[in-house]
């Protein structure tokens, strides 16, 4: 029976039947366990379209001639290079398979190599299955009726929002007329439509939308307020390793977007985490902060490979010296060669006159990046920097810093991030100082591009050429 042999659930068993798989072999098990393994898949109705050959030697000396009896019926397909695993994407495109079936084994595949066949399965829309794994692509509904793209990162805390604002007024500068469907762990029960060109949105009115017990600082009330842009405001509840959501209402809003007077819909992911939905076309941001396995191992790399534009953020001490932004460009380079690549940096851009103003900052930057902020605002804007604090993400902290620093304070220019509002904005109204919110604008210093503008036009316009013909 195969549930001895390969000890699967009989569901996965289930869903095996019938499919067209490419089986992964090597050479440290003897020809009939590979063979055994096989026609036990066979006895299954699984078609096996091709054997893939990873390498070792220890048990097979002739792999042509002592697989012979197996690749009567399929194609045997050598690797030639076991860091990259290309010929696999071509073996999927050439068998039209549907299941990568791994009967390898250490040492010949180790977990990064693992890792970067299951990225390139993912990436085909496949299914990777191995004796006690299963992954399968990230559920993506086509819902949408508009063209977009997805906004999609390698981790948290590495600017998603602030770069989701930036093409936002990108594309509302060039009459794209965006609406932005994002998706946060702070969320609406049901779909919310925030429209900033008919709502005032400021600090007095999140305050009053935090205490009717909802979250102010969600990312579709921080684009809606930064970007002057219509947005369509969702909830998600966990994340899975390959981008997939738990539990999230975005389907829902995505077809709420559909209905609404706009023309092109942005799907703002969260985390590492995908809105559940197809796009005509991808955006992925990665982090000079993040460790380089981040962005290159596990499923950072399959992120990487989904991307039609690769935004990097942070490329600047101390989150990453000149040597890592290399690396890191390197790296993206060698994973995705026909992607845009910007290297970019952010500075902090008021959304009101701070000039000759006292001013506290909150934000929910690393600590390490004071300097950043405080330095280019003190001298770009003319004002006095009197208090600052990181501790946005932490409510008790920040409570404490804020009663000793906003006594000496005109303003409180602040993210819309975290605690922002609920406690921050709350705490600078109660004592009657001003509050300006603060967006993080991006500035390209290196990639493959010269600006940000030009490479995300090209992008929506690909999504729009796409859409286009997918609909004759």
Not at 8 to 35: M, Q, R, W
Not at 116 to 123: D, F, P, V
């Amino acid at each position: 029976m195969l549930t001895e042999i390969l000890h699967l659930d009989e569901t996965i068993i289930s869903f095996l039947n019938n499919k067209k798989a490419i089986c992964l072999v090597d050479g440290e098990h003897y020809p009939p366990v590979i063979k055994g393994a096989v026609k036990s898949l066979e006895e299954k109705d699984i078609e096996i379209e091709a054997l893939f050959f990873l390498g070792g030697t220890e048990k097979i000396e002739d792999i042509e001639g002592e697989l012979s009896d197996i690749t009567e019926n399929c194609e045997l397909v050598m690797n030639p290079d076991q860091s990259d695993f290309k010929k696999l994407e071509e073996a999927i495109i050439n068998h039209n398979a549907e299941i990568i079936i791994d009967l390898s084994d250490e040492p010949v595949v180790d977990y990064q190599s693992r890792f970067r066949i299951a990225s390139i399965t993912l990436k085909n829309g496949l299914t990777y299955l191995g004796a006690d794994f299963f992954f399968t692509p990230p559920q993506a509904k086509d819902v949408l009726t508009k063209p977009s793209i997805s906004i999609i990162g390698t981790g948290k805390r590495i600017g998603k929002t602030a770069m989701g604002v930036t093409i936002s007024r990108i594309l509302k500068k060039n009459d794209f007329e965006p609406v932005v469907v994002c998706m946060g762990r702070g969320g609406p029960a049901e779909p919310e439509i925030v429209n900033a060109d008919e709502m005032n949105i400021n600090a007095d009115s999140l305050i009053k939308v935090a205490e009717q017990g909802h979250h102010a600082a969600s990312d579709y009330w921080e684009d809606a307020l930064l970007g002057q842009i219509k947005t369509v405001g969702c909830r998600r509840c966990g994340g899975g390793m390959a981008g997939n959501p738990f539990y999230s209402n975005v389907i829902q809003g995505a077809k709420i977007a559909n209905q609404l007077d706009k023309k092109f819909i942005i799907m703002e992911g969260s985390g590492s985490t995908f809105p559940p939905i197809a796009t005509n076309k991808t955006i992925t941001l990665s982090g000079g902060s993040q460790p380089l396995w981040k962005i290159f191992d596990y499923f950072g790399r399959y992120r990487i490979m989904l991307a039609d534009l690769v935004i990097v953020t942070m490329c600047e001490k101390p989150m990453a010296d000149k040597n890592k932004v290399e690396a890191i460009k390197k790296g993206i380079r060698e994973i995705n060669p026909d992607a845009e690549l910007a290297l970019t940096v952010f500075r902090s851009e008021p959304m009101g006159n701070i000039s000759g103003k006292r001013v506290f900052i909150a934000t929910a930057a690393k600590a390490d990046t004071k300097d950043l902020i405080v330095a280019p605002l003190e001298n770009n804007y003319d004002c006095e920097i009197v208090g600052y604090t990181n501790s946005l993400s932490n409510r008790e902290k920040l409570r404490k810093e804020l009663d000793a620093g906003l006594t000496n304070a005109d303003v409180l220019l602040t993210e819309i991030k975290a605690a922002s509002i609920d406690t921050a904005a709350r705490k600078a109204k109660e004592m009657g100082v001003e509050i300006i919110f603060m967006h993080n604008r991006a500035q390209v210093i290196g990639g493959t591009v010269d600006s940000l503008e030009a490479p995300i036009l090209s992008v929506c316009n690909q999504a729009i050429e796409l859409m286009d013909s997918n609909s004759r």
